[in-house]
């Protein structure tokens, strides 16, 4: 196939068979495979490529990457919107906060120089004069003030001397059956024997005591077994004592009884209602 001009006229294509003008009229050809057509501007053609997306005259296949693009672009548009659909809500709600006002660190406040201070008094960086005395503080102990000069402390009253007074049984006032007997080892070299059965007693009279109160008396005594006494102060009975053996006839021991004696002279009775009681030796007062 040839293309060629015919005639005078430019622009006319002719398509077609091309027999050589000897051989074929040129008239009997045209009307059957000879067409005149409009010719069209000749247009640059793109280069021809190779590979996914083309045909094989080179032409190449725009329409699945036009797809794509615009696949893209929907995805990033429909992101966009989401985006400002959410922070179209955020800034709305952080213009509707109010505007915090101004806030200033100030010094912590101090504790109070003095405790009648008010609470609400500003902070004072000043050093108090004097200590303030605070709760709970320990304190050292006080010290107490020296008499003035020229002024003597008063004298301790020292107190009395005590004074011991012994009575011998020998010496003392024997009724009914009791008599002395002579025991070596006994402070006078004699003792009161046959003390009892309601028959007899021994009553001695001590000297003037200072002041009422019980006091301590010291008995010495002989026996061989365990004897009873019966003891009253100023004709009140005020008990019954038991007496140890001091182991034979001839041995002394003493046991001490607490009795109350009034102020003054006192009169002291020994006896027993129903057997004997100890010999006595002698009795000893402190006061």
Not at 7 to 25: K, M, V
Not at 100 to 113: C, E, H, I, K, M
């Amino acid at each position: 196939m040839r293309m060629s001009t015919a005639g005078d006229d430019q622009g006319e294509l002719r398509i077609g068979g091309w027999l050589p003008p000897a051989e074929l009229p040129a008239a009997a050809d045209d009307g059957q495979v000879t067409q005149v057509i409009p010719a069209v501007p000749a247009q640059p053609r793109r280069p021809a490529r190779s590979g996914p997306g083309h045909n094989p005259g080179g032409e190449a296949v725009d329409e699945p990457r036009r797809r794509g693009r615009r696949t893209a672009i929907a995805v990033a548009v429909s992101v966009a919107t989401v985006a400002v659909a959410a922070g179209v809500p955020l800034l709305m709600s952080a213009s509707d906060q109010p505007t915090p006002p101004d806030q200033r660190v100030l010094p912590a406040p101090t504790a109070s120089a003095w405790p009648d201070e008010s609470p609400t008094a500003p902070p004072t960086t000043q050093r108090p004069s004097r200590p303030p005395a605070s709760r709970g503080t320990v304190r050292g102990a006080q010290h107490a003030t020296p008499p003035a000069t020229g002024t003597k402390a008063p004298d301790k009253v020292a107190a009395p001397p005590k004074t011991t007074v012994s009575l011998e049984a020998e010496a003392a006032d024997l009724d009914g059956w009791a008599s002395t007997r002579r025991v070596d080892s006994a402070s006078g070299g004699r003792v009161v024997t046959r003390i009892g059965y309601r028959r007899s007693s021994l009553t001695f009279t001590t000297p003037a005591v200072p002041r009422a109160g019980d006091y301590d008396v010291v008995v010495s005594y002989v026996a061989d077994d365990r004897r009873r006494a019966e003891v009253e102060v100023g004709g009140r009975d005020v008990g019954r004592f038991e007496f140890g053996s001091t182991g034979s006839w001839e041995s002394v021991k003493t046991m001490t009884v607490r009795l109350p004696l009034a102020a003054g002279p006192n009169i002291i009775e020994f006896s027993n209602s129903d057997g004997w009681a100890p010999d006595l030796d002698r009795i000893t007062l402190t006061y």
